[in-house]
């Protein structure tokens, strides 16, 4: 399986699990833990997380799933920048390693920027690191005028964690080479896109035409879902609710991409020519 590695020498597999909008639903919450369960059982390590989820209810719902299962998970969440003052943010990660049942996360984020002064929350998660409550700190929806900035003060962000996706693609003028040069994984929310917009392009059933599966014919989504997988350094954390959808999901890792297919995909969802603002959901 490709893997990711962290400046902190961590390596995790370069498909991991998403849990935005996971937890909402009484009905639902038993399919979505053993969803998480089967990638877990599947060798996927990242669970991505945020106290915003559901107001805690996604950490809930996590907690549940790696129950007796601590040691097999990368886990991250993420401050929202309104609690990103020094002390909310101290307050915010022990209120999340509760509602996750853990004395520790992998990977801890601030989820936007907010008015909160860069530093103040630095130092937040530097006191966090110093104290064991987390390995490893970053942010998520930073483009790279604020990465220029964050790492003019600090070099210890580890991770970006951004919208991309074929549909999203802002980040390839230089986000993400910029991030790389300075050892920053970049972590790719939404890989699939919003809406299944994105999953009605017509190139993407072509390609999938020609491509096969352990588990039969490739999906459009797959096709999409490898797209990302095929970057290098990049982690993809695509939500999968049932255990269906997660088999399908790791099914993509199966999937190489031909070059006429990435130029197909490059001449149908252009890369950007200039530098444009970073898109976030």
């Avoid at 996604?58 to 998970?73: K, T």
């Avoid at 964050?150 to 991309?164: D, F, K, M, R, V």
């Avoid at 970057?231 to 991409?257: C, D, F, V, W, Y």
Wanted: charged fraction near 20%; charge should be negative; hydrophobic fraction near 40%.
């Amino acid at each position: 399986m490709k893997t990711v590695r962290f400046k902190n020498g961590c390596v995790v597999p370069a498909l991991g699990m998403g849990s935005w909008n996971i937890g909402d639903s009484v009905a639902s919450r038993s399919e979505e833990i053993a969803s998480l369960r089967t990638g877990l059982d599947q060798g996927l390590t990242v669970i991505d997380t945020a106290e915003m989820y559901g107001s805690g209810r996604s950490e809930h719902l996590v907690g549940e799933a790696i129950v007796n299962r601590r040691s097999d998970v990368f886990l991250i969440s993420k401050v929202l920048p309104s609690n990103a003052t020094y002390e909310g943010t101290l307050k915010s990660c022990e209120a999340s390693l509760k509602r996750l049942g853990t004395g520790f996360l992998d990977l801890y984020l601030l989820h936007w920027r907010g008015g909160v002064p860069l530093s103040e929350t630095v130092d937040a998660f530097e006191n966090l690191v110093e104290r064991g409550l987390i390995r490893q700190w970053g942010v998520s929806n930073f483009d790279t005028d604020d990465m220029i900035e964050l790492e003019s003060t600090t070099p210890g962000c580890a991770a970006n964690q951004i919208l991309y996706n074929l549909e999203a693609r802002g980040a390839d003028f230089n986000l993400i080479d910029q991030d790389s040069t300075s050892d920053i994984v970049t972590i790719a929310y939404s890989p699939l896109g919003q809406g299944g917009e994105l999953l009605n392009a017509s190139v993407l059933d072509e390609i999938a035409a020609k491509h096969e599966t352990p588990a039969g014919p490739a999906t459009p989504a797959q096709i999409a879902l490898a797209w990302t997988l095929a970057k290098p350094g990049i982690l993809a954390i695509p939500k999968a609710g049932t255990r269906r959808h997660m088999q399908e999901n790791i099914a993509a890792l199966s999937i190489t991409l031909r070059p006429e297919d990435l130029a197909r995909l490059d001449n149908h969802f252009p890369p950007p020519r200039h530098k444009t603002p970073l898109e976030m959901i």
